[in-house]
């Protein structure tokens, strides 16, 4: 009877475990992400799965380019994904449809592969970040609604980095930012 009661406990003990070890690590370090309509496409499809690196900007600020899960400003439940276009410090201005970053006297315009041709970006005015503001579009641009509907994201508002993609299956792959000259 001593080696069943021993067993059960175990058996409790490392459920337990596990499920601590699952709540930690979903709380603090990955978090799922089920893509919801069609801002992202074609890169990003509705009913896409990803896991969301909820660290990695403890470590190091975010860069142009990646791909970023955040709460919708106007309503902190609402959760969006879109790509980081615009760095604090930085004017975005759109000219001849396509995307001009100004800092400091320097202007480089971006090279968007991701964007689909035809979707390049519709004109809208300029905007100035503040030390603690992002500028964020979704890659497919006619039909996204990010900053240049309403405006800067704060660095508050940023859950994390989509870092892999587990759905659907024949998709699996793990992300990596494009590289900007």
């Known amino acids: 009877m001593k080696k069943i009661l021993w067993s059960f406990f175990e058996v409790v003990e490392t459920i337990v475990i596990a499920l601590v070890a699952v709540f930690l690590v979903r709380t603090f370090v990955v978090q799922p992400f089920l893509v919801s309509g069609s801002s992202m496409e074609p890169n990003f499809r509705s009913g896409n799965y990803l896991l969301i690196d909820e660290m ?5 600020s975010p860069e142009r380019g990646e791909v970023i899960v955040f709460k919708y400003p106007g309503d902190n439940r609402s959760y969006f994904i879109k790509r980081l276009i615009g760095l604090p410090g930085e004017t975005v201005k759109f000219e001849d449809n396509k995307v001009a970053i100004y800092k400091d006297g320097n202007r480089k315009v971006l ?9 390049e970006d519709i004109i809208y005015s300029n905007v100035k970040l503040a030390a603690d503001q992002y500028f964020v579009m ?27 993609r587990l759905w659907p299956i024949n998709e699996v792959m793990a992300f990596s930012p494009p590289i900007y000259q």
């Open 56 to 60: 990695v900007y403890h470590f190091r």
């Open 111 to 119: 090279e968007e592969s991701y964007v689909s041709k035809g979707q």
């Open 138 to 164: 979704g890659d497919n641009r006619g039909f996204s609604f990010d900053s240049r509907s309403w405006g800067p994201l704060n660095q508050t508002n940023i859950i994390g980095l989509a870092r892999f």
